[in-house]
DNA sequence: GTCTATAGGTTGATAGAC
DNA sequence: GTCTATCAACCTATAGAC
């Protein structure tokens, strides 16, 4: 018993914490070993640079995300309604993560562009972010691919928001949000963007793409 | 002509550029000084210290920012419709907003908790939110005081992804979503966060606010 | 694998001449 | 107000003993 995980998980978990607390810049390789009760040199001795590093805590937690994201994506079958695709992408992060230090460490990483995370998004978030594209383009038929894409934006900018800021919400609204019930958590925001996802799109925009229907 | 602004105003520009580009931290005064063309010491000659001068940047924006959305709110009149809050909450950023470099920073002001903005947040924003929250309220009187919070919360998140990605967002989508057009982005925004705003209330909450009324 | 010691660079801030 | 010069503290990364 007491069995202390190995230093680079120590590693991994203190850097989770500190990088989701105060930012990748912010936190020093100092910090990190202080935290991990680890010996400085460890960290360039298991990761290389503190780039590396930062890549690998990412990593740890957003590859099985959003594998998760496709599976239950996936499991929505043929015909999935805009509520099943929002759950599909919504649960792993808001129901299922119960690392309290990893929904920070998301939120920043998804809230940092022209960071080193440039590479990350590309790789992690591009190819996912398509995927739930075509499904919501599936099921808003009426929508055209741009405006899928620009909703998702607003989506995915309340989630991050909302992983980042969760741990200072409720003292922050003198207790009138509370985040502890993730169930509701989710629900609130499917309800929320769902309903963002299923309006019309407006005037203009039906104007512009008629436009260009009418020039080809 | 060529009258080159003082040498305060040129800090608070340069530092507005890289502190949106680069975040807070990895911006060092010596980025700062190279950039606005002034000699190091005159940072700590107009700003005491770099917090300081984080504190500045920011407040010039957000100040007349946050003044002009309780002035289109009050605009509104006695019974303003959703959309109507919405406008003069998301006009100010997103359509009279016309110094490119001033999205990318607020966005960062508001994705960086735990920062010293905090302070800042409390004092520029929290007023704020409470007075736009109170109109909301009473513009939707089938939702709970807590429901509206959280949907401000999500539309919040929103929009800060939006200001902070915009630079980025026309090459990430291979030129599908372009933000050029301010009236058509808040159009999206208010159609989106609008029906948001107006879906119904899920079943679970429903029944925890029943059971609160239940026990008075 | 883990440690100490240290190199080599950058940072924020200031003292003092002009 | 603006400059040069400099300090002390901090940083990442590495070399080398154990």
Known sequence: MNDRPDTKTRILDAAEKLFGMKGFDSTSLRDITAEAEVNLAAVNYHFQSKDSLMEAVICRRIEPVNRRRLELLEATGENPTVDDILRAFL??????????????????????PGQFLERIIRTQFAPLGQRFAEALGRALPDLSPAEV??????????????LMWRPYLKEMTGGLCDSSDREALLERAVVFFGAGFRAPSFAGVAQEEHLVAERN
């Open 91 to 112: 649960v792993p992060v808001i129901v299922e993560l119960n690392i309290s230090s990893v929904a920070p460490l998301l939120g920043r990483a998804l809230a940092d």
């Open 149 to 162: 894409v620009w909703r998702q934006h607003f989506m995915v900018g309340g989630m991050t928001h909302l």
